[in-house]
């Protein structure tokens, strides 16, 4: 993951159990590693659950649509 412009994010439980139980977890593996790390920055920079689980709605219908990246246009 040398390409990261950011330092390396951990998975919270939460967003890891999101994945499996909507099946988006091969989804996830298949975007580029900055992406799956921009996704959990933005997830664990929220300070309220609310918007916590927000960004993760998001990201869970982007994986599931195949295509969107934090709100840009993005195709596989």
Aim: net charge positive; glycine share 6%; proline share 5%.
């Amino acid at each position: 993951m040398a390409d990261l412009k950011r330092p390396k994010q951990t998975m919270p439980g939460f967003v890891s159990d999101a994945l499996r139980r909507q099946g988006l977890e091969q989804a996830y593996r298949d975007r580029p590693p900055y992406q799956r790390n921009d996704y959990l920055w933005w997830i664990n920079d929220a300070r309220r659950d609310e918007t916590k689980e927000r960004r993760l709605a998001k990201m869970l219908d982007e994986l599931h649509q195949g295509h969107g990246y934090m709100g840009m246009k993005w195709n596989n």
